[in-house]
């Protein structure tokens, strides 16, 4: 019953938009957790890191994530028209 009723909404860019960042949101919280489990001698030794990339690689990789998840739903790419420069995203 409540699939019917949201059906017209889901439909809609601005949910779709919502969709994207929602993911991306947790694709980020994913990648700074998998980043942080590491301790500081895993990072310098293992991955050539610091603890002050950690930030800048979560972005990014949170970024690679939320380009698949679009690229494996055609039905998202639309609605990247004007969400990509918020949430850094290249145009997926």
Do not use: V
Request: proline letters at 4%.
């Amino acid at each position: 019953m409540f699939a019917k009723l949201t059906a017209p909404l889901r439909s809609t860019e601005t949910w779709r938009r919502f969709e994207i960042a929602r993911f991306h949101r947790a694709a980020l919280k994913q990648a700074r957790a998998e980043l942080n489990a590491y301790t500081p001698h895993e990072l310098a030794g293992d991955l050539r890191i610091s603890s002050a990339d950690i930030e800048p690689l979560a972005q990014e990789e949170a970024r690679r994530r939320t380009e698949l998840h679009i690229a494996r739903h055609p039905e998202l790419r639309a609605a990247m028209d004007g969400a990509d420069a918020r949430m850094g995203l290249a145009g997926a």
